[in-house]
Nanobody, 122 residues
């Protein structure tokens, strides 16, 4: 069984940065780890993911060049560095683990965290 716990959310001004962390318990080293987000009144959407080795990453167009995903298998953690934040980045951010494809779909992930709220003020 895998459990995921996100942290690092908060309130930040536009243009600022935040680093989200996802602590994983269980054997996640062979899982693809992803970040999704859900803004108020909108569907949950893909943000970024990283392969089990860390050698392959994928980003949504809306965050490409501003967000960076990384993982530390030794610490069973995955991170999301968010720079140049915009008000439209405001959402609850979820960490997920899965082994299916395509990696951008919610259904590809088997385990989810409870989410952490990011609010970007203008």
């Amino acid at each position: 069984q895998v459990q995921l716990v996100e942290s690092g959310g908060g309130v930040v001004q536009a243009g600022g940065s935040l680093r989200l962390s996802c602590a994983a318990s269980g054997r996640t080293s062979t899982y693809v780890m992803g970040w999704f987000r859900q803004a108020p009144g909108k569907e949950r959407e893909f943000v970024a993911d990283i392969s089990w080795s860390g050698g392959s990453t994928l980003y949504a167009d809306s965050v490409k060049g501003r967000f960076t995903i990384s993982r530390d298998n030794a610490k069973t953690a995955v991170y999301l560095q968010m720079n140049s934040l915009k008000p439209e980045d405001t959402a609850i951010y979820y960490c997920a683990a899965g082994k299916s494809f395509p990696r951008t779909l919610i259904g590809a992930y088997d385990y989810w965290g409870q989410g952490t709220l990011v609010t970007v003020s203008s």
